[in-house]
């Protein structure tokens, strides 16, 4: 019951919910992550380390760069079972409000 509660509380903002659904397109540098949530690098560090400690990211160097991960296949799931998505981009969006508004 604890890593459930650690897992939706790691969950529990705007700008980590950015970074997991920017992460479920594929790795991302920590810096590319800072532009995705809007904020500093030290900010988003500090929600980096909140989600790899909830075994929800994971982290891996590459030279001076820091590279995260979903954790695993699994995670990814899970992630999106609980209604988290890659962000979609304008064109996208407009086919299916398109798709939606053709259906009715």
């Given at each position: 019951m604890?890593?459930?509660?650690?897992?939706?509380?790691?969950?529990?903002?705007?700008?980590?919910?950015?970074?997991?659904?920017?992460?479920l397109e594929?790795?991302?540098e920590?810096?590319?992550?800072a532009?995705?949530?809007?904020?500093?690098r030290t900010?988003?560090?500090?929600?980096l380390?909140?989600?790899?400690e909830?075994?929800i990211l994971?982290?891996?160097?590459?030279g001076r760069?820091?590279?995260?991960?979903?954790?695993?296949?699994?995670?990814?799931?899970r992630?999106?079972?609980?209604?988290?998505?890659?962000p979609?981009?304008?064109p996208?969006?407009?086919?299916?409000?398109?798709?939606?508004?053709?259906?009715?």
């Amino acid at each position: 019951m604890v890593g459930l509660a650690r897992f939706f509380k790691a969950l529990s903002d705007e700008r980590r919910l950015r970074i997991v659904s920017a992460l479920l397109e594929g790795e991302q540098e920590a810096g590319w992550l800072a532009v995705a949530a809007g904020r500093d690098r030290t900010t988003v560090s500090r929600h980096l380390q909140l989600l790899v400690e909830a075994g929800i990211l994971q982290r891996r160097r590459d030279g001076r760069r820091v590279i995260y991960s979903i954790a695993s296949a699994s995670m990814a799931g899970r992630l999106r079972r609980v209604g988290i998505a890659p962000p979609v981009t304008q064109p996208e969006l407009e086919g299916r409000i398109r798709d939606f508004l053709t259906g009715q």
